[in-house]
């Protein structure tokens, strides 16, 4: 990479992690895709555990 040059991809491998300025902002970029996607997952996880339950009245108590 050239200096000056902007990045091509957010790809990991793409990324010149030896830059602190991308470093710090792509760090924060992955961990907040991370954080969404697992309170996504859980959601549907849940949603999908307290659909299959035995409880005919819907309640989840």
């Known amino acids: 990479m050239l200096p000056g040059e902007t990045i091509q991809s957010f ?3 793409d990324i010149p992690w030896w830059m602190p300025d991308h470093a710090i902002f792509m760090g924060a970029f ?3 895709l991370i954080l969404i996607g697992s309170g996504v997952g859980y959601v549907v996880m849940k949603s999908i ?3 299959l339950s035995d ?3 819907g ?3």
Do not use: F, I
């Open 11 to 13: 790809l990991p491998q």
């Open 30 to 32: 992955y961990l907040a």
């Open 49 to 51: 555990k307290d659909t």
């Open 55 to 57: 409880d005919e009245h």
């Open 59 to 61: 309640h989840g108590h």
